[in-house]
């Protein structure tokens, strides 16, 4: 039985950090299970890294639950270019996130469950917690055909992937977080997670991708909440704590004092984009234009995000060459961003006045470049 | 001995170094640089090799994948040094001294091994040399260890029972700033990063001018109360402001904002100013909104605006035109391309709306709506946001009345519209009413454009706006 409390019981959290040398005196003695009320992908990140940052985990350990709304959350040494369909999630207002922990990119939505184990870094066991949810389904449904790879997979029926796992170490902490797919819209995840980028060459963390499958395809009466309560309940038995679930907010500074400073630093565009390792784009793409077919050659490096050296090269005389080589000009330095070239785009041809001729073919190689971003 | 005789030979071959001493000159000049490198190292601190710790799991290599310092950095224990990776876990390696990068053993991607040097740290030797730099770390440290550690001496002044305080709390004392003697952190201080972190009500610290000179460890700090009653306070006190300038680089849309204004410095603006009664036109959008609504657009005043604009351009085309930069040639555009200032996140944009002369005011309005919600998710693309030949900045919806527009290059004139206020105006009959009142404020090149036909222009879009019926009998 799963017993939810309310906010109010959020205060022991508080009691729990700020009493580090006393260590814990709440009744849920060496542990404490947390389920978020927030579906944001940023709140939920930031609430990782504040737990890892300022919580003394010295014999206690914590369960963190949470879901979030459609997003891609790519591993911390990724490149998000070179991992998901950039333009897709814009359109279709997909957010990207880029976590602490290593490993690959994956697809959120509210038929996924993450669930992250907090525990001191000499504690820190990732066989154990997958074994664990393994245990819990289970019990859940017997019949399930799933088990724990030694790449730290879970695989239904052997093949099909239905969890990914990463990991934090820190001096004194550690958090392994996995996810779990339930009922997650599996058409949207196989469209994000396809790169249309050429051309791309970069040191990168890559993803290694997987069939993946819902547990619901499996066994329909599964719902996200039962998987939620029968992990937290295998998980307060195994670890012998109250099983009980603390809801928290992770916009609330009272109980998480510098929480939304953590929210705000992750959605920065330095840290998603900018902390890329350095890459770079060789590609040709053809121009139509008026009936002829153009070829074009774009050489780019880019570093912490932005254009190092960009190089185009163009049919001769297609453009004014002052023209092409201010646009090099201009867009080196700048983030590798499809924004950002529309701006430079759009000033350069108000200040270099242009007939109507060339004006639509400087759109035309413009658009172009904003495709490769 | 043999360091001193090193020496002395060295300061000669400074200074005269073609008198070698030893029949083989390049290996001497070889062993004098390494010894003198050395020698001068051992006078400013122990140079230790700190190894890359267990990361657990039986892991013994890593990838190293971001540093945090560079060689000279100086670093204080606990401080971020690299990220590792190993196996989809990001391993953050932390310092366990207070010191100075003289290397750093691997670059970027390169395998990195567990229990092999990671960089090397310059220890401060006044400080003293810790015994254990060569034993590999084993995570975490135990209690003991960090006091031990923190006793030892540091760069940062605090006595044993602040870095308790701190310890306690997981602050990092580089991170304090210490208001005592000499940069001394006092207790009072660690509770004052405290406070601020979580916006608690901790007991205020005295205002730095009556600190002490050393808080005794085993006292409890008096309350503020009582040392105002030992210490006579000023009446005034001098406000101490620690606030710090910030500098940033010009980047993206202020860039592109800086090229595109300096250009507009070139051309000689002249003002020109009106009001108008729109007391019809908004009994008129009234009784539109709704039926454009049914057609799912939102109609706003704009459409009205942009469109009385665009006949007016039709009498006066000069003032949609473009002049060359040498100011020889005067182009005429066909097209009205009637741009419409935007506000957005990231600063000024304006896209333009394509040929209002052959658009009705529902397909203006349409398609600023289209405009509007490209613009808001920052998805506006160069075709919408080039080609402009006239613009309207409604920046009355934000506030003001009479404004200054700055021409947008290559244009030639600009309106900035101001909010609708209600005010009392007199009809006809000289009696007094309620008028919905506008002002515009038009910015245009004198090179090209004169006063009048600025004028012109307005009065005749102020008419078809005034009264509204006037625009049938010109719509094409």
Known sequence: ?373 | VCIHRVRSCSSIHFIKPKHACVFDKSALQFSRHQRLFRASAASRGQIVQFKLSDIGEGITEVTMKEWYVKEGDSVSQFDSICEVQSDKASVTITSRYDGIIRKLHYSLDEIAYVGKPLVDIEIDASKGVASEEDIVETPPMSHEEHTHQEIKGHKTLATPAVRRLAMENNIKLSEVVGTGKDNRILKEDILNYLAKQTGAILPPSPKAEIVPPLPKPDTVPPAPKDRAHKIPVPVSRPVVFSGKDRTEPVTGFHKAMVKTMSAALKIPHFGYCDEIDLTQLVQLREELKPLAQTRGVKLSFMPFFIKAASLGLLQYPILNASLDESCQNVTYKASHNIGVAMDTEQGLIVPNVKNVQVCSVFEIALELNRLQSLGSAGQLGTNDLSGGTFTLSNIGTVGGTYAKPVILPPEVAIGALGKIQVLPRFNGKGEVFKAQIMNVSWSADHRIIDGATMARFSNLWKSYLENPASMLLDLK
Request: with cysteine; glycine share 4%.
């Open chain 1, 1 to 373: 039985m799963v017993i939810q409390s309310s906010l109010k019981n959020c205060l022991q959290l508080c009691c729990i950090l700020r009493t580090s040398k006393a260590g814990f005196r709440s009744t849920t003695s060496g542990g404490l299970i947390i389920e978020s009320i927030s579906n944001d992908v940023y709140q939920n990140l930031a609430v990782e890294d504040w737990i890892h940052d300022h919580m003394n985990l010295e014999n206690k350990r914590v369960l963190f639950l949470w879901r979030n709304s459609p997003a891609v959350v790519i591993g911390r040494h990724q490149n998000p270019w070179q991992e998901c369909n950039l333009r897709l999630l814009r359109q279709k207002n997909i957010k990207l996130a880029r976590r602490r922990s290593g490993g690959g990119t994956v697809y959120h939505d509210l038929g996924n469950i993450n669930l992250t184990f907090f525990t001191t870094r000499k504690k820190y066991e990732r066989m154990e917690n997958l074994k664990l949810v393994v245990k819990a389904l289970k019990a859940l449904s017997p019949k399930l055909d799933v088990h724990v790879t030694e790449r730290y997979d879970i695989l239904l029926d052997r093949q099909y992937k239905i969890s990914g796992t990463a990991a934090k170490l820190g001096r004194t902490t550690a958090y392994h977080h996995c996810t779990l797919l339930c009922n997650a819209d599996k058409f949207v995840l196989s469209s994000v997670l396809k790169s249309p980028y050429e051309g791309l060459k970069s040191n990168a963390t890559p993803s290694v991708p997987a069939s993946v499958k819902n547990l619901f395809e499996e066994d329909p009466s599964l719902t996200c909440e039962m998987l939620l309560d029968a992990i937290a309940e295998e998980y307060a038995k195994q670890h012998q704590i109250d099983n009980r679930i603390t809801l928290i907010n992770p916009a609330d500074e009272t109980v998480l004092p510098g929480i939304s400073s953590k929210t705000k630093e992750l959605q920065t565009w330095d840290w998603v984009y900018g902390k890329t390792p350095k890459f770079s784009v060789s590609t040709c793409f053809n121009m139509v234009y008026k009936g002829s077919v153009l070829d074009v050659k774009v050489d780019l490096d880019v570093k912490h995000g932005r254009i190092e050296v960009c190089n185009i090269d163009l049919p001769e005389q297609w453009l004014p060459p002052a023209l092409c080589s201010e646009l090099v000009k201009s867009l080196t330095g700048r983030k590798f961003c499809p924004k950002e070239t529309t701006t430079v785009a759009t000033t350069l041809s108000s200040v270099c006045p242009l007939d109507n001729e060339l004006h639509s073919r400087w759109n035309l190689l413009c658009e172009n470049m904003m495709m490769l971003m």
